[in-house]
């Protein structure tokens, strides 16, 4: 028996890094799980790793750059499951050529950030709402960031999307109290995933040709002198739809080993 069983959940950006492990997290609680990401290849891989071990995923491609999709998605799992018990609102991009300062940021990639980070964000909530009022509650988690609190240089429209994250959580949460719909937030530090990997192979200032020897370098700045797993996530992403957590709405967590403890992280990161 699983704390989520025959609960329909969805999961943006649910493939890979934090999302794949949101997917695997929830299935092995026993929920059905909607896979929706924009990478078929890695969708259906997570989806078939599920069902391998006698999980229930489907796997929906989506572009949350487009409205469309997340109306789509919804429609969806309706369709495939009934209705909609959670959402993950996790997809997020930070491409390398956005690691700028405000005047140097162009406004394609403010808008490409914005709607995949923050406005993708509203929409899931938009459409799904209706479906979970209809089952009497719900649970909205959306992954913010540590960058959402305490910037690092150069990340302009990354940390105002996840700013907005944040704020959009405690709206909803104040709107939706009453007819049960609970909303929070994740914020993880540095995550062994696809995207930090990503960042790091772009990072022209000083960072080790080794991978592994930068990525031990990140952990090093952790208290608990790690970097965190999808899985480190995705165990306090199940654990807040479920009815443990049934008194908390409106609130962050960090999943961040520390970092936000200790203060000041964002001197010893990114510089250019």
């Not at 369709?79 to 209705?83: K, L, P």
């Not at 990354?158 to 999307?161: D, G, K, L, N, R």
């Given at each position: 028996?699983?704390?989520?069983d025959?609960?329909?959940?969805?999961?943006?950006?649910?493939?890979?890094?934090?999302g794949?492990?949101?997917?695997?997290?929830?299935?092995?609680?026993?929920?059905?799980?909607i896979v929706?990401?924009?990478?078929?290849?890695?969708?259906?891989?997570?989806?078939?790793?599920?069902?391998?071990?006698?999980?229930?995923?489907?796997?929906?491609?989506?572009?949350?750059?487009?409205?469309?999709?997340?109306?789509?998605v919804v429609?969806r799992?309706v369709?495939?499951?009934?209705?909609v018990?959670?959402?993950?609102?996790?997809?997020?991009?930070?491409?390398?050529?956005?690691?700028?300062?405000?005047?140097?940021?162009?406004?394609?990639?403010?808008?490409?950030?914005?709607?995949?980070?923050?406005?993708?964000?509203?929409?899931?909530?938009?459409?799904?709402?209706p479906?979970?009022?209809?089952?009497?509650g719900?649970?909205?988690?959306?992954?913010?960031?540590?960058?959402?609190?305490?910037?690092?240089p150069?990340?302009?429209a990354?940390?105002?999307?996840k700013?907005?994250?944040?704020?959009?959580?405690?709206?909803?949460?104040?709107?939706?109290?009453?007819?049960?719909?609970?909303?929070l937030?994740?914020?993880?530090?540095?995550?062994d995933?696809?995207?930090?990997r990503?960042?790091i192979?772009g990072?022209?200032?000083?960072?080790?040709?080794d991978?592994?020897?930068?990525?031990?370098?990140?952990?090093?700045?952790s208290?608990?002198?790690?970097?965190?797993?999808?899985?480190d996530?995705?165990?306090v992403?199940?654990?807040?739809?479920?009815?443990?957590?049934?008194?908390?709405?409106?609130?962050?967590?960090?999943?961040?080993?520390?970092?936000?403890?200790?203060?000041?992280?964002?001197?010893l990161?990114?510089?250019?």
């Open positions: 028996m699983g704390i989520h025959g609960k329909a959940v969805i999961v943006t950006g649910g493939a890979l890094g934090i794949g492990g949101a997917s695997r997290g929830f299935a092995e609680e026993g929920a059905r799980v929706a990401d924009k990478d078929p290849h890695a969708g259906h891989q997570t989806v078939d790793e599920i069902k391998a071990k006698g999980g229930d995923a489907t796997f929906v491609q989506a572009d949350f750059s487009f409205s469309a999709d997340a109306k789509r429609e799992a369709a495939i499951y009934g209705g018990d959670f959402v993950f609102n996790n997809v997020g991009i930070q491409p390398r050529t956005s690691y700028t300062n405000a005047e140097d940021t162009t406004e394609d990639i403010w808008d490409a950030i914005m709607s995949v980070n923050l406005k993708s964000y509203w929409l899931m909530a938009k459409y799904a709402i479906e979970m009022r209809s089952r009497g719900g649970v909205i988690v959306n992954n913010a960031s540590v960058q959402g609190q305490q910037s690092a150069l990340v302009t990354y940390a105002a999307s700013g907005g994250v944040l704020s959009l959580t405690r709206q909803l949460s104040i709107d939706y109290a009453r007819q049960n719909i609970r909303v937030a994740v914020c993880p530090g540095s995550i995933t696809p995207l930090m990503d960042g192979s990072d022209s200032g000083g960072v080790p040709d991978m592994e020897a930068a990525i031990d370098i990140a952990g090093a700045r208290p608990i002198a790690r970097i965190g797993t999808p899985e996530v995705a165990n992403v199940v654990f807040l739809c479920s009815d443990k957590a049934s008194f908390m709405t409106g609130e962050f967590v960090n999943v961040d080993g520390g970092v936000m403890a200790q203060g000041a992280w964002a001197d990161s990114r510089t250019k």
